[in-house]
């Protein structure tokens, strides 16, 4: 095991190759980790387990099913979420490989395109961490700037305008989710990181994204950015009024988009 990982997440990751080298003796020939941990943005409490585990062939999905239903028992937080893939499918363009077995907050799915893209296998090229198997720079992951750059504002122009679009119906349930925190959080560092990829090549962290608007925007979009980083790491609210803040939020998302 990697010494220099969060113990909590040392722990889970032993937990999960002991239960997978039981049920499915040598499926997994290596296992890494990448989102926050590979952006050296992890928070405990906070932050998922972002993993990519890579096997030779087609794993059973009833064994996988087993597999994560035994962990979550051990593990119940933070959540174990990934994807299973092979050493050929990480070298060639994601898009262009085959749908497979994925786990979210718990939940498998056998026949999933989850997090097979390519910020997916940018995160994991430049500062993914080994757990088993060779070196993260062995495995020869796909990389295409241009393509990432492109995606990024597809992204931005489809899944991000529609999140403002549908926030902004005050009564909707998305409406209802963006007086949350989490939704505070995740928008506003959301659209700033898809931003900075555009600006700078690099997939960021949400914290990166953060110092990133400050410096970039204008003064009075400050205070929602600070909220959003004030909800990852902890301390009373910049904003007394969540009618307040929900409005600063789409401004401030908007204005991103905008750009």
């Known amino acids: ?24 003796p040598g499926l997994v020939g290596g ?28 794993p059973d999905a009833e064994l996988l099913r087993r597999v994560h239903a035994e962990l979550r028992k051990r593990h119940a937080r933070p959540f ?8 050929e499918d990480l070298r060639r363009d994601p898009e262009k490989t085959p749908a497979g077995p994925s786990v979210h907050r718990w939940r498998f799915t056998e026949e999933s395109r989850a997090e097979r893209h390519l910020v997916t296998w940018h995160v994991l090229a ?17 990389l295409d700037p241009d393509a ?25 349930s998305w409406g209802i989710a963006s007086f949350s925190d989490h939704q505070t959080s995740w928008g506003a560092l959301g659209v700033t990181r898809l931003r900075q990829t555009l600006a700078t090549g690099e997939i960021a962290s949400k914290t990166a994204a953060g110092e990133y608007a400050l410096e970039t925007f204008d ?3 400050h205070r929602i950015v600070r909220e959003a980083l004030r909800i990852r790491t902890g301390g009373p609210s910049l904003h007394r009024n969540r009618f307040r803040r929900r409005a600063d939020l789409l401004a401030y998302m908007t204005m991103v988009l905008e750009k």
């Open 80 to 87: 174990f979420d990934g994807l299973y893939v092979t050493r």
């Open 148 to 172: 990432l750059a492109h995606r990024t504002r597809e992204n931005m122009a489809t899944y991000w305008t529609r999140w403002v679009a549908n926030s902004s119906r005050p009564l909707s």
């Open 1 to 24: 095991m990697i010494t220099s990982l969060d113990d909590g997440v040392s722990r889970v990751c032993d937990a999960y190759l002991e239960l997978a080298d039981r049920h499915v």
């Open 219 to 221: 003064e009075r979009w």
């Open 126 to 142: 430049r500062g993914g961490v080994a757990v088993r198997g060779p070196s993260v720079a062995e495995l020869g992951v796909h």
């Open 31 to 58: 296992l890494y980790l990448q989102g926050s941990i590979a952006l050296g943005d992890y928070r405990p409490g906070k932050s998922d387990i972002d993993f990519v585990a890579v096997v030779d062939e087609r």
